[in-house]
């Protein structure tokens, strides 16, 4: 749809010498859109593998934030690194480290307050 789009707003707006790069990212748009949406779909599978690690098999959060800090040290990586791809598309690029586990962080909280919450409920009834 945006290749057709590409393409009809160059030949309405477009002299026919300057159409050449347009019809190229037209050409190539649908060939490069799969691997943004494979990657976005990698980026949030990992955070899913995440999140059921520690919430549903019961893993250790402060554990999995040392052996993931751990292996990024090992590989001599800083834990906030940005993927090198992230400029392409921040939203498909790999998590870091501390988004990673950030995000852990925030979901226990979260699940704490419903934990929380939800306590008083079930006395009352």
């Known amino acids: 749809v945006l290749a057709a789009l ?13 159409l050449v790069l347009p019809m190229l990212l037209a050409a190539l748009l649908p060939a490069f859109s799969p691997y943004f949406v494979a990657r976005k779909q990698v980026r949030r599978h990992e955070l899913e593998a995440d999140s059921y690690a520690v919430f549903r098999l ?8 040392s052996a993931l800090r751990r292996i990024d040290t090992l ?3 800083p834990s906030d690194r940005k993927d090198p791809t992230s400029v392409l598309s921040p939203e498909t690029a790999h998590p870091t480290t501390e988004l990673r586990i950030s995000l852990l962080n925030q979901e226990r909280l979260k699940r704490q307050g419903l934990h929380a919450s939800d306590s008083p409920d079930r006395n009352a009834a």
Do not use: F, H, T
């Open 58 to 65: 019961g893993a250790d959060l402060d554990a999995l934030s």
């Open 6 to 18: 590409i393409i009809g707003a160059s030949i309405v707006l477009l002299s026919k010498e300057q």
């Open 75 to 77: 590989n001599d990586l």
